[in-house]
């Protein structure tokens, strides 16, 4: 028999170490909520391999990623933060309590943040994994363009992200040379950035050719390609190379669990919600236009809040709202609208006239639905009458009569 695994409770746990995993422990800490983030290989994400970061507001000097990165894991620690470097082995996702298990524990938790970002995808060529990310192989133009002022760098790929990179690093490089597979003239781009590309004085492009390997003494020095015709090696020179040849979410844990768009990435609407009660979705991850520091932080402040937010208010439906031990009278209304508003008066008078054996609550859905999301009301303004916890009736509407003989 195997060992039984030991078993943790937590308020919030997060599996990724990222930006975006560590930006929604911060917000989860601060909130002196019992926090987990689970990293398998090296918190700080991909994030830490960039040589230079010339966009994240508040540091000019274009520091690593890892100096950014660690002051994010540090104020995490500072504010109670469990850390553990371990990789999650499974997940359940569709209980009220959700279920993180690595090799040795299991984990439950009322709010699961996804924050396992992505990966580049890679061409495979030799020698290829000895020149990633600082070493000359790069998969972000915006990250590093900058450091590559009047060099000569080698672009990979002919799709839009492809080109369209490719010329934004013109604004920099001395030289762009672009690696197409396809016939003389032919790119995966669309037509206006294929028209630009091809009139771009400082873009080269060698067509029919895949990456063979990467040669170098310590940093990439040379591609060689490979024409897929002749199958002809052809040396480039260069300073760097920049891959946009695709881009692979981690999302295997989560593909029976959660919806994924074709491309394996997880849907959230604003709130970093996935459409599972407690869960929720940051960063690469996610199906989203820019893949940045920044918007990762932004996302992992919202998780953080909303998962805040949701903790507090399960805790008010479960043990005030939903309680058993009177009959109980729920009010749904939006303050904002002033009938609803002035009905109030008639909630007080219900609630007078029980003497003491009525449990009521008011919920105003101006500034949160989620109390009302629980209750699965059809609309607002209503009432909803509850005996030994559980829901017998749902008034919609404005009627005081209506109510007094549900409570019969």
């Given at each position: ?26 917000y ?38 890892e100096t950014?990165t ?23 996702l569709?209980?009220e ?69 490719g ?33 771009n ?38 300073d760097?190379?920049?891959e946009?040849?695709?881009?692979l ?51 992992g ?7 805040e ?14 309680q ?43 500034k ?20 030994e ?20």
């Amino acid at each position: 028999m195997g060992r039984e695994k030991a078993v943790e409770n937590y308020d919030v746990i997060i599996i990724g170490g990222g930006p975006a995993g560590l930006s929604a422990a911060i917000y989860a800490g601060r909130a002196r909520l019992k926090t987990l983030l689970l990293e398998k290989a090296l918190v700080g994400g991909l994030a830490t391999y960039t040589n230079e970061i010339a966009n994240y507001p508040g540091f000019p000097d274009n520091p690593k990623g890892e100096t950014i990165t660690d002051l994010m894991k540090n104020q995490a620690k500072n504010l109670g933060v469990t850390f553990k470097l371990t990789a999650v082995t499974s997940v359940d996702l569709k209980g009220e309590e959700k279920v993180v298990e690595t090799f040795r524990n299991k984990f439950l938790a009322k709010v699961i943040i996804i924050a396992t970002g992505g990966r580049p995808r890679t061409t495979g060529g030799k020698n290829e994994e000895n020149y990633l990310f600082d070493k000359g192989i790069s998969f972000c133009a915006t990250c590093d363009a900058a450091s590559n002022t009047g060099k000569h760098v080698v672009v990979i790929g002919s799709g839009d992200a492809a080109i369209e990179e490719g010329m934004f690093l013109t604004k920099f490089a001395s030289k762009v040379t672009v690696s197409v597979m396809h016939e003389e003239g032919k790119m995966d781009c669309n037509e206006i950035a294929k028209a630009a590309a091809l009139a771009n004085p400082k873009m080269a492009f060698v067509w029919n050719t895949v990456v063979d390997g990467f040669e170098g003494d310590g940093h990439l020095k040379t591609v060689i390609m490979r024409n897929v015709k002749t199958g002809e090696l052809i040396p480039v020179d260069c300073d760097n190379c920049f891959e946009f040849i695709g881009y692979l979410p981690n999302s295997e844990l989560f593909e029976n669990q959660l919806p994924l768009t074709r491309q394996k990435y997880i849907t959230v609407n604003n709130k970093m919600e996935t459409g599972i009660e407690g869960v929720l979705a940051v960063g690469d991850i996610t199906d989203k236009y820019l893949k940045q520091i920044a918007t990762a932080v932004g996302d992992g402040a919202v998780a953080g809040t909303v998962a805040e937010r949701y903790i507090a208010e399960k805790n008010i439906f479960d043990n005030q709202v939903m309680q058993k031990e009177k009959p109980g009278l729920i009010y749904v209304y939006n303050a904002i609208d002033c009938d609803a508003r002035n009905f109030l008066a008639d909630i007080e008078a219900i609630e007078k006239s029980a003497e003491g054996s009525l449990a009521v609550s008011r919920i105003d859905t101006y500034k949160s639905n989620g109390l009302a999301l629980k209750l699965e009301l059809e609309s607002v303004p209503a009432a909803v009458v509850t005996k030994e916890g559980k829901i017998v009736q749902k008034i919609y509407g404005l009627n005081k009569e209506a109510i007094l003989e549900a409570l019969k």
